[in-house]
């Protein structure tokens, strides 16, 4: 193609990107919703990095339980409260809206979030922007009463964009996120859809995200794991994190994951992945625990060590976790840790 003076060509994947300065479209020219004519994969939450070895030993007798002062224990409690009440907040701010919105249903919102997956990917923006921009997508559909399937697209780029503003340094301009959409919709109803979701929201966009909790998780378990040589540290594992990560982002694709506690999915893949690291089950095994007697009886002597860490450090018992740990078991598929899977969000999150 021949480039002009107010046009810069590039492609992404399989559709082709133009990014113009001077934006004349007339929306009534435009496709209507180019994004679920596309076929996409719920797996596309996928790394590719090389495991570092650790040791994998089962128990450790010199291990001491460490010993805090009053004013660290008053510390520690005063942000876990803060943290429960936004958690609370937002699981009862997020309504069941499939109910409401009959145009919506998990599988379009589902190849939604693929989309806007990729697209975040394709920026290069952190998992925490995606993650938010999945959480205000919920919370808004459940203030509206209709929306209609052409608008879906629209809402679901400009909630990246508001998260985008939220989280990220560098933001693409309006136009690009126009782009992304290959032009169904204009710069202009990207602005007015802002304006519209932010009132919705009441204009507070800060929450507590599936990425936050498992970042939260992983800090607590890899201090937990200092004081016993044995245990893998997830950080300093690059394939291990990135494994916890693929999970947590898949299970962000599902529905019906607004019905249960962010914080306990976390944990449950938690449990999960280190049981794996540990050798104390196999990926085939995991398939079983939908049914809780399956883990509940057959891992004694895991589960009263991880149910010692989760008391201590997290303030959960693991028999609360039964109903989630069978839930998040069902996205630990071979698709996820296969060893050629694609990259998506490269940057570990802070």
């Known amino acids: 193609r021949k480039k002009t003076k107010n046009s810069v060509n590039f492609t992404y994947k399989k559709f082709p990107f133009k990014v113009i300065k001077n934006e004349n479209i007339v929306a009534s020219k435009l496709n209507e919703v ?3 004519e596309q076929i996409s994969s719920p797996y596309s939450t996928v790394t590719n990095y090389q495991s570092t070895e650790t040791s994998t030993k089962k128990g450790d007798d010199n291990y001491e339980p460490k010993l805090y002062s009053s004013e660290e224990i008053d510390k520690v409690f005063d942000i876990d409260r803060n943290l429960s009440e936004k958690n609370l907040e937002l699981q009862l701010r997020r309504k069941s809206y499939l109910e409401v919105l009959n145009e919506i249903d998990p599988k379009k919102r589902r190849i ?5 997956m990729e697209i975040s990917s394709f920026y290069q923006f952190k998992r925490e922007t995606y993650h938010l921009s999945v959480v205000l997508l919920d919370l808004y559909l459940s203030t509206i009463k209709s929306l209609s399937i052409k608008n879906f697209q629209l809402v679901g780029v400009t909630c990246l964009l508001i998260a985008a503003k939220n989280e990220e340094i560098l933001i693409p301009c309006v136009q690009n996120f126009a782009q992304s959409t290959q032009y169904a919709y204009i710069s202009k109803q990207i602005l007015e859809c802002e304006v519209a979701i932010l009132n919705g929201l009441r204009w507070k966009i800060q929450f507590l995200t599936l990425s936050f909790w498992g970042n939260y998780v992983i800090s607590k378990w890899d201090d937990f794991s200092k004081r016993n040589k044995s245990l893998p540290l997830i950080r300093k594992n690059k394939k291990l994190y990135f494994d916890f990560f693929s999970v947590i982002d898949t299970i962000s694709l599902d529905y019906f994951h ?6 306990i999915i976390a944990v449950s893949v938690l449990y999960l992945i280190i049981g794996m690291k540990m050798n104390f089950f ?5 398939k079983k625990f939908e049914k809780i007697e399956s883990y509940t009886d057959n891992y004694l002597s895991y589960n009263l060590f991880i149910d010692q860490f989760f008391v201590e450090y997290l303030g959960i018992e693991l028999n609360k976790c039964n109903e989630h740990i069978g839930y998040v078991s069902m996205f630990f598929q071979k698709e996820l840790f296969d060893k050629n899977k694609e990259i998506m969000f490269e940057n570990i999150d802070v």
């Open 34 to 36: 180019p994004l679920f």
């Open 112 to 116: 939604l979030l693929d989309w806007i």
């Open 258 to 263: 607004i019905y249960k506690d962010m914080k």
């Open 282 to 286: 196999t990926l085939s095994d995991i």
